[in-house]
Each structure stands twice: as structure tokens, then as C-alpha cells.
């Protein structure tokens, strides 16, 4: 799961980096995130900000096997909670190939989630076709920090 993660935040943030100062995420390709702007810090935490509703991060990835990957954990900061986070697993981004995780709590401490992929029955039989999408809310104005992907 770490490859595959550290491969589609590889590919998704394409950043530039430069000594210790938050450097934009840049578009890369077909890679982008929608209704949010986003940085890196120099230790990997990437601090969005909402500014529409259904904000995500979006990556077009190569085929992967599923099965032995199913396990997408993550920290998070998000003073005000997150509503709903939404991972699609396949493309086009379909709601019967993702998983929804509710009400991430407000904290102001770094918290992990961690989100089986295969309490979606269709997991297993799906592979990840074209792309992989992470749905961080659906409300404008949030800040959300995140960091070990």
C-alpha cells in the first residue's frame, strides 16, 4: 500500500521543492485537485483549502492489482472536522466503486484514519483502472492538513 500511495502522491502533486517554505502544488498533467489550493511543506504535510463544494485530489495512475492493496490510511488536522472524505477507486469516479468515510472530527492534534477498501464488495473485482480520487469534503472555507499518506 505504501508504493502505491507514495507512487499517486508521486504523480498527483508533481511539487517543486525549494529549502523550508510551502511551495503551490502545480498542475502536472491530468493530474489536478478541483476546488481546493494546496501546498507541501519540506516535511510532507499538505495543507489544502477548500474554496467550492466537492473539493478532491485526483491522479491518473496506471493498473494496479487491488486485492493485496486495500488499506488507505492517512493523518489529518481540520479544526472544523471534514465532513465526509470519499475515496474512488476506478474511472470514470463512480459512487458504486468508493468508499465513505462521515464526520471526521475536529482536531487541532494530528489524528489517523485509516479506510478499508474492501468494505466496498466491489474492491476486489474492480481494478483501479485510470485514476484514483479523494473527495475532502463538500463544504468551501475548510482547511485540512494532511500528512503520511
Known sequence: MKKLIFAFCSVLLAITSNAAVDVPITYHGFDYIYNMDGKENVSGEYTFTTTGPDPYVYSDITSVTTIDHSI???????????????????????????????????????????????????WESTPVQKGFRIDLGNISGKLIKIRNV
Not at 468508493?98 to 468494505?119: G, M
Open 72 to 122: 488507505y490510511s492517512f493523518e489529518y488536522i481540520a479544526e472544523e472536522g471534514i465532513d465526509a472524505v470519499q475515496i474512488f477507486f476506478s474511472t470514470p469516479s463512480i459512487e458504486e466503486n468508493s468508499i465513505f468515510v462521515y464526520n471526521l472530527a475536529p482536531t487541532t492534534t494530528w489524528k489517523t484514519v485509516s479506510i478499508n477498501l474492501k468494505n466496498n464488495p466491489n
